[in-house]
């Protein structure tokens, strides 16, 4: 018996960076995002000789160690051993025996919340192995402390929730941790114009976002106007983004996309850098009329709005600069589990 899971990727479309505290505790923020065909996958081997087994497919990296109620952290397997900690404790289990094998279709530090997609994904294996009593909000509040409490690793909310959820999402991330998960409902034809006029592009370079976001959080802590400002903004586009999409205004998306661009790069100093400019120039003076950088910035992926017939001249523009483009399209479930005998 193999127990498997399967937990998206996400872009997020508008207002990144206000679902981290303290901003979203003092606040308010609110995110739109989207799922993507790109996953994290997770499959589960009980064993019952006493060890535990932690394996990263397509490496070499894999640890076997004895059973015990609580693993010592290994580098490079935080993840993992953070998951499996928490579901002992917190479920008051036995020590188990088993393989984990976690595969990942992107880059880590590519700024499509490949850490948190992960942690949902092992979260998703245990669930349906152990018939764990979590729903959606749960599991997806549980990968938030592992990560952000237990694992003391600096990031927002969105992530976990996206990978969950699945889907086109409004977020909004309000005090004591409520998160309150808005799926929208598209017409067919405004889900296809947007992916169609949608170009995402990997830079070929990845970031630790750990100290991005630790800036932004010093800055809101220190109530650098500035930022707190870009900030508002950020959250104001997200409102702006959902209410384009609803009403069908795709001409605009690029406009939204922009005003983001320019408040974003105000939240931390290292969210852009030359390379990441030069992208965004060469793609707007080739036809696109928006962009973002994916995640915390600094690297990582970023995608452009490019409206009626100029995707494919931007991407040639664009990949002439070391990149790649990445084709993908929207999906709408979150995490999947099943067995498999």
């Not at 941790?177 to 409902?185: F, G």
């Amino acid at each position: 018996m193999i127990i498997r899971s399967k937990a998206p990727l996400r872009i997020g479309l508008a207002g990144g960076g206000t679902d981290v505290s303290p901003y979203s505790d003092l606040y308010g923020g609110a995110i739109l995002n989207a799922t993507i065909d790109l996953y994290a996958y997770a499959s589960l081997e009980p064993l019952n000789n006493g060890t535990i087994e932690f394996c990263i497919d397509g490496t070499d990296k894999v640890i076997r160690v004895t059973s015990t109620k609580e693993l010592e952290l290994v580098e490079g397997f935080e993840l993992f051993i953070g998951v499996y900690n928490r579901i002992i404790k917190q479920f008051n289990l036995e020590p188990l025996s088993f393989r984990l094998t976690s595969y990942i279709e992107a880059p880590q530090g590519s700024g499509l919340g490949t850490s948190s997609t992960i942690v949902v994904s092992l979260i998703g294996a245990f669930v349906e192995w152990l018939k764990l009593p979590l729903a959606k909000y749960d599991i997806a509040h549980l990968a938030y402390e592992i990560e952000r409490i237990d694992l003391n690793m600096s990031g927002g909310k969105q992530d976990q929730y996206a990978a969950t959820f699945g889907g086109i999402n409004f977020m909004e991330f309000l005090a004591n941790d409520t998160v309150i998960v808005n799926p929208l409902q598209l017409k067919d034809e405004i889900l296809y114009e947007l992916e169609f006029n949608l170009l995402l592009y990997f830079t070929a370079t990845q970031r630790l976002s750990a100290s991005i976001i630790n800036e932004q959080v010093k800055n809101v802590k220190d109530k650098n106007e500035k930022s707190v400002d870009a900030m508002h903004n950020l959250k104001e586009q997200a409102q702006q983004m959902k209410d384009s999409l609803l009403r069908g205004d795709l001409n605009k998306i690029g406009e939204i996309l922009h005003f983001g661009w320019i408040n974003k790069k105000q939240i931390a100093k290292s969210i852009s850098n030359e390379l990441i400019d030069t992208v965004y120039i060469t793609a707007i003076t080739t036809g696109a009329t928006g962009g973002k950088i994916s995640g915390a910035g600094g690297g990582g992926f970023m995608f452009f709005y490019c409206p009626g017939v100029t995707k494919v001249k931007v991407a040639r523009a664009i990949e002439g600069l070391g990149g790649r483009v990445q084709s993908f399209k929207f999906t709408t479930q979150g995490l999947t589990t099943w067995t498999s005998l």
